[in-house]
């Protein structure tokens, strides 16, 4: 099997250990609040969605779903679609398995439960909302900056075999392959044996006291809702 572009010139055992040697330092003070501040709240909102019921999701993705295809359209879609199978699949599964009181008519001679259908609709809601707001995440930071984030929120790692770099630049060439690549599918990719990118440009900048507030904040905000529910 071919290789996947620009791992064999990025690979984990090339890194420096203890160094981030494939980064380039650049500047991102366009954005607001620092990468690692809006991951952290992407975070807790996806964790936010787990304890929610069909009602409660079908609320936030009536608001959280315009948003991301009014600013995020392309790369929304792109992620819908690429996980359409997984889609499919947990639809099936709830709702052929899941025991329950049956549906009235035809739905219900074909094994159709009212809890099926509603467990596989709340599960459906919360990969398309977790996609769809990654996905307008990804827009507004762009992937050197979204890399950037995750790098700082990495740190605790930062001493073990180099790890963080490892994940990080992984991440990069995955994300850099899947965007410019002309493959249109899966399989194309597979026989696709396209250089990789020569340097790959981290933006690394330090946090300020307003993203540690936020971060506080909807840390706070998660503890308080974990504890009500």
Do not use: K
């Amino acid at each position: 099997m071919p290789h996947a572009p620009g791992w064999r010139r990025w690979t984990s055992d090339s890194l420096p250990i203890g160094a981030a040697a494939p980064f380039a330092a650049t500047s991102c003070h366009s954005v607001r609040f620092h990468p690692a501040t809006l991951l952290f709240a992407w975070g807790s909102f996806v964790m936010f969605l787990q304890p929610l019921g069909l009602v409660p999701l079908a609320v936030v993705a009536a608001i959280i779903l315009p948003l991301c295809l009014n600013f995020a359209r392309w790369r929304t879609l792109v992620l819908v679609r690429r996980a359409r199978w997984l889609l499919l699949s947990i639809a099936v599964l709830f709702v052929l398995a899941t025991p329950g009181q049956r549906l009235p008519g035809i739905g219900g001679e074909l094994g159709l439960t009212e809890d099926g259908l509603v467990l596989g609709g709340e599960h459906l809601l919360r990969l398309v909302l977790l996609l769809a707001s990654l996905a307008l995440l990804h827009e507004y930071l762009g992937t050197s900056r979204m890399m950037a984030g995750l790098y700082w929120l990495l740190a605790p790692i930062a001493g073990w075999r180099a790890m963080r770099e490892r994940i990080v630049v992984r991440l990069m060439l995955v994300l850099d392959h899947v965007e410019n690549s002309p493959a249109r599918n899966w399989r194309d990719w597979l026989l696709l044996d396209a250089p990789g990118p020569d340097r790959l440009a981290l933006a690394v900048t330090a946090t300020r006291p307003a993203d540690w507030i936020v971060m506080l904040l909807v840390l706070a905000a998660a503890l308080a809702f974990g504890g009500a529910t």
